[in-house]
């Protein structure tokens, strides 16, 4: 997938996307890939590509040239934490592991939390992803 500045967000979301999907069915991991929580009890584990945040930064003074600064949030949610750390992991080596075409991997940050939802006990673990791209 080519991404352009033109259809720079929805195809980063897909890359993403497409990314973590292709990652989980190679290595036989069961997880809903949507784009927004539904608001239903989970059967199973749920990962939620949510819409990108960008920031453009110009690099020169009076220059139009720049990069984006790109960071993509992902929540992984399930009734155990064995589902959450196993996800989360396999999630962030399939972005680390080489770039998505037009960007390039800058980090990542992981954070944990409890909540209970529709009075069902959900660990969630947040995963936001940087990129930039030139």
């Given at each position: ?15 993403v996307k497409n990314r973590i999907v292709a ?16 608001d239903q009890t989970l059967s199973k584990p ?65 954070s944990y939390s409890f909540s209970q939802v ?17």
């Amino acid at each position: 997938m080519v991404i352009t500045d033109i259809t720079l967000n929805n195809s980063i979301w897909s890359a993403v996307k497409n990314r973590i999907v292709a990652g989980l069915t190679s290595d036989s991991i069961t997880a809903s890939v949507v784009p927004t929580y539904n608001d239903q009890t989970l059967s199973k584990p749920l990962v939620v590509v949510q819409p990108i945040s960008k920031n453009k930064n110009t690099l020169k003074f009076g220059s139009t040239a720049g990069r984006y600064d790109v960071t993509v949030d992902i929540l992984i949610m399930s009734n155990n934490t064995l589902d959450v750390d196993t996800l989360s992991q396999a999630i962030e080596n399939y972005l680390e592991a080489d770039d998505i075409d037009g960007l390039s991997y800058l980090n990542h940050i992981t954070s944990y939390s409890f909540s209970q939802v529709n009075d069902a006990p959900y660990h969630i673990k947040s995963i936001s992803v940087s990129y930039v791209r030139e």
